[in-house]
């Protein structure tokens, strides 16, 4: 607290030499004039004094025989001194400061978390079509309207929360994109789902946990058809249906199915070569608007562009809409090449392994493979034809509807 008084009222550091430095301190304490942080230097001492004491020293350096001159300034006082003659700083200050606040009340920087499924071009679509974007006051910005209408516009979205640090609006979201169900198995809204097929093939394998199955292992299926019923049938003693109980159908379902894959590669290509030659410039932009710094006329032909580009930032959230960084300009001419046969042999061999990659990122196992590759004139062809397994089965509304409840009538005895 005594430094920031001290700083306010101002303060200088002083160097005191003569004949009598220890009399001249002795006097400072007997008029109240304080100093602090004295140091001897062996001919000179040095000392902080307050501006006010400063002034008071002339009488006490004159009975001494001692002289004293400043060294260093300090406080408020020396500030404000300084900057008066620095008024395009001053300006400059204020302005910054100025530029600072009112930017601090807009969103400049929109974070999206937890999302899977949903891609954030779609959410950031949807939020664009409700008004939330960058550039827009934080003031204009309803959280718990946008929150509910997360929730409501995409079924998958279980929970939603917005907030807001510094110029940056945070999205978190949560999905599930699995029905709810009550504890007996039966669906919240009274209905029920099926299984059906997503691809034509034979059924190999098939253990069924809940629902009525309606195939067996062997059987061929259509594409769509339905593999086990979310209804399952409650009888009256006369063996009739009387109503359906709908469940979610639940089974380890394995279907096998041929596929054949054919990728063609030509064996002349045009490939770019850069020449060299090269421009970069400093670019700067202000919200979607860009400037090139000393770019002029391009003087290439062709020629590709690239950059590096980031935001102003100045804490961990806080956003300004202000982008800088470097664009380069890059020559290139296209020249016609001709793939080897090994150059050729290794990009048939990629693309198997893409073909294998896809089919594994899918859960798919190969049963069978027929592999055959074919040069002609201008191009080498890859023929795939595969067995496949896998559990190409999907969860949709059971088709089946609810009938009206019958009981089977009791004849009358003796009749």
Known sequence: MLHWIQYIKGYVTI??????????????????????????????????????????????????????????????????????????????????????????????????????????????????????????????????????????????????????????????????????????????????????AVKSGTVSYIITRSGVPQVAPGDQVEKGEVLVSGAVPVYNEDATVRRYQFVQADADITLRYSESVSVEREILYEEKQYTGRQKSMPLVGFRDKEWNLGLGKIPYDTYDVSEEKSQLQLLDHLYLPIFYGRRTIQEYEIVQRKYTEAEMNDIMREEWDKIISTLEEKGVQIIEKNVTIKKNDDSWVLNVRMQLEEAAVWSVTTR????????????????
């Open 15 to 196: 160097k005191v030499w003569g004949y009598s430095t220890e009399r001249f301190l002795n006097l400072c304490g007997n008029h109240d004039i304080l100093v602090w942080d004295i140091v001897n230097h062996g001919d000179y001492d040095t000392m902080n004094i307050s501006v006010e004491g400063f002034f008071a020293l002339k009488p006490l350096l004159k009975k001494t025989g001692t002289k004293a001159a400043v060294l260093k300034k300090y406080g408020l006082p020396f500030f404000v001194s300084k900057m008066q003659r620095r008024k395009i700083f001053v300006i400059g200050l204020v302005g910054c400061i100025l530029f600072w606040i009112v930017t601090s009340g807009y969103i400049w920087n929109i974070k999206i978390e937890g999302n899977y499924a949903l891609t954030e071009d779609v959410l950031m679509d949807y939020l664009e079509e409700q008004g939330v974007h960058a550039a827009m006051k934080k003031s204009s910005l309803q959280i718990e309207e946008l929150e509910e209408g997360l929730r409501e516009e995409y079924g998958q979205i279980t929970w939603t929360s917005v907030q807001v640090e510094g110029t940056t609006l945070l999205i978190y979201i949560k999905e599930n994109e699995m029905p709810e169900y009550d504890q007996s198995g039966q669906q919240g809204d009274g209905t029920g789902t099926d299984l059906v």
């Open 400 to 415: 089946t509807e609810q009938i009206q409840e019958t009981e089977a009538s009791e004849t009358p005895a003796g009749e």
